[in-house]
């Protein structure tokens, strides 16, 4: 299969960042400083917490870590048996049973148990664009691809070198994932600070539109 065009991978991108910066977020409110997708943070929070004697709290991070490890190889499983668009309607039904326990008494507990497991769904479905693989979970490698492809692209003019000029996706998608990534936080930071109402549903257009999109290139064959 050819990899997609580096327009088609922008959108997917920007709608994936969007995504997973919305649900970042959102998590890091509403589990006190715990994120749905990095797992960096969330190991340093878990042994920072056993360290200062919290052993509950960390436990309930372990839980989480854990969670998103099973789920990322449930999520694996189903993806070499079934289309694309398969995990993320499993998506847009946990966004749908998130918000049905919305302000239940064990609402922290349950979301513990969904928001990981939407960003490890999402990050084992679609994890390569344009021939490149870009997590649009978590940002760090992403920024660092990106500032690898700048430097690349500056040295490739330097007199007396032969370095390969990066093409225009890798130059452009790691970069665009970070902004879709802090768009997709910043609408979080707006929808809770304006008290809106059902903020677990306000991804799920974002989840048509995927899977719209990834439906019709998996048609047309310019899905990487």
Not at 81 to 98: K, Q, S, Y
Not at 107 to 131: D, H, K, N, W
Not at 150 to 173: C, D, N, V, Y
Request: aromatic content about 10%; glycine content about 8%; proline content about 6%.
């Amino acid at each position: 299969m050819a990899p997609a065009p580096v327009f088609a991978s922008a959108r997917r991108i920007l709608l994936l960042g969007m995504l997973a910066g919305y649900i970042n977020a959102l998590s890091f409110i509403d589990l006190g400083g715990m994120f749905a997708g990095a797992m960096t943070g969330n190991t340093i929070h878990m042994d920072a917490t056993f360290a200062a004697g919290n052993w509950q709290h960390g436990m309930q991070i372990a839980e989480l870590l854990l969670v998103f490890f099973l789920t990322a190889i449930l999520a694996s499983c189903l993806r070499l048996i079934v289309p694309p668009v398969c995990n993320f309607i499993v998506m847009a039904f946990l966004l749908c049973f998130a918000e049905g326990l919305h302000g239940a008494p064990q609402q922290v507990r349950y979301e513990c148990l969904i928001l990981p497991a939407l960003m490890a769904i999402q990050g084992q479905t679609l994890a390569r664009f344009s021939g490149n693989a870009i997590q649009t979970v978590v940002i760090t490698s992403n920024l660092l691809k990106c500032a690898a492809a700048i430097a690349a692209w500056l040295l490739s003019f330097w007199p007396g070198r032969k370095i390969p000029r990066p093409s225009l996706a890798t130059l452009f998608l790691p970069g665009l994932s970070w902004v879709a990534f802090l768009a997709g936080a910043a609408v979080t930071s707006l929808a809770l600070g304006l008290h809106a109402q059902f903020p677990f549903l306000w991804p799920l257009p974002v989840i048509v539109l995927l899977c719209i999109d990834i439906g019709r290139a998996e048609r047309t064959g310019q899905l990487d």
